[in-house]
């Protein structure tokens, strides 16, 4: 047994990063009408939309159940990104 100490888990949940994970997916839907890309795509995007953004302000990340860090502009322009993908991919209001 090792007597070294293991490095941390960081396990926290970036907005910025996740919403690039949604426009990633619905770019794969559209070059390969695979619909699990989409599903997965509107999946994140509701985390997103109910984690994540608390009295329409947008937060940087998401950890042990709740938000962490105020948004920065980089989270806002991916989020507002990943929502146009989003539609227009689907047509969908939301």
């Not at 941390?8 to 070059?31: C, E, Q, R």
């Not at 105020?70 to 227009?88: M, N, P, R, W």
């Amino acid at each position: 047994m090792s007597k070294r100490e293991l490095p941390g888990i960081d396990n926290k949940i970036i907005t910025s990063w996740n919403a690039l994970i949604v426009i990633g997916l619905a770019d794969a839907y559209d070059a390969f009408e695979y619909k699990d890309y989409l599903n997965r795509a509107q999946k994140v995007f509701d985390f997103l939309e109910q984690k994540l953004i608390v009295k329409d302000r947008v937060y940087h990340t998401y950890q042990k159940g709740s938000v962490k860090v105020e948004g920065f502009i980089e989270d806002y322009a991916f989020l507002i990104a990943a929502a146009l993908k989003l539609y227009i991919t689907t047509t969908e209001i939301r």
